[in-house]
């Protein structure tokens, strides 16, 4: 009887380590490097992520191949031709930041991603801290507008919440102004100007809506091709 225990007992405890075994294999299978490429401040990188297999861009940072790896993602295409590197990536993610495995709540990154958490996590800025020039559209007038400046140039003073630069040949600025409509108080903007995180600006740019960038990624509201002034 005893002998019988024993040799269960035995086996349970090769069943757990079994289990743990297969457990630890789950929890380390991820995205992994394939190919690495650097094109001045930005790293390319061909993943592996199952089954799957894309390109991904993002601020430069040394990678190895054969590394676990995620990111923040920000923007998808079919396809998108570097002409620094002279090729075609397809299909391709254009992501915020780099994030090491089992460090998701680590915020910093080299372009400043840091910042740009902290304020994008406050609430909505106060209509008080802005003031709007003559003609300025508010935020919340700009995205229940569309059939009144679909296609227009117009004007919006608001304060720079996050930027991401230099994707698609462009800078995305968000940027809210103390408004909203149902709920949505962010405003994206396009833009060859720089902004930071922080400050208060005045957009000039055209109102886009409903703009489909392909891959799933499609802008309700969009300012784009917008010049941009510092206020503050």
Same mark, same amino acid.
């Given at each position: ?72 993602? /920000?923007?998808?295409? *079919?396809?998108?031709?570097? @002409?620094?590197? =002279?090729? %075609?990536? !397809? ?30 996590? /406050?609430?909505?800025? *106060?209509?008080?801290?802005? @003031?709007?020039? =003559?003609? %300025?559209? !508010?935020?919340?007038?700009?995205l229940k507008g569309k059939s009144n400046y679909s ?82």
């Open positions: 009887m005893k002998k019988n225990q024993r040799i269960i007992l035995t086996l349970l405890g090769s069943i757990m380590l079994i289990s743990i075994f297969f457990i630890s294999c789950a929890t380390q299978k991820g995205k992994t490097v394939l190919e690495v490429l650097d094109s001045g401040r930005y790293t390319y990188a061909s993943i592996q992520d199952g089954d799957k297999k894309y390109w991904v861009a993002g601020p430069k940072k040394k990678l190895n191949v054969g590394q676990a790896i995620d990111f923040e993602n /920000s923007l998808s295409m *079919e396809k998108f031709h570097s @002409k620094a590197l =002279k090729r %075609d990536f !397809s299909p391709i993610i254009f992501a915020n930041r780099w994030i090491q495995p089992n460090q998701k709540d680590e915020s910093k990154s080299q372009n400043g991603s840091d910042e740009i958490k902290k304020i994008s996590s /406050s609430q909505m800025v *106060e209509r008080s801290a802005i @003031k709007p020039w =003559k003609n %300025d559209i !508010s935020v919340e007038d700009i296609g227009k140039k117009i004007s919006v003073t608001g304060k720079v919440i996050k930027v991401n630069e230099n994707i698609l040949n462009r800078n995305w600025i968000h940027v809210q102004d103390g408004t909203s409509n149902n709920g949505i108080y962010d405003l994206t903007v396009t833009s060859e100007d720089k902004a930071k995180a922080g400050e208060i600006v005045r957009i000039i740019g055209t109102a886009v809506y409903d703009k489909d960038f392909g891959a799933g990624y499609v802008y309700s509201t969009l300012i784009e091709n917008a010049s941009i002034e510092k206020v503050k």
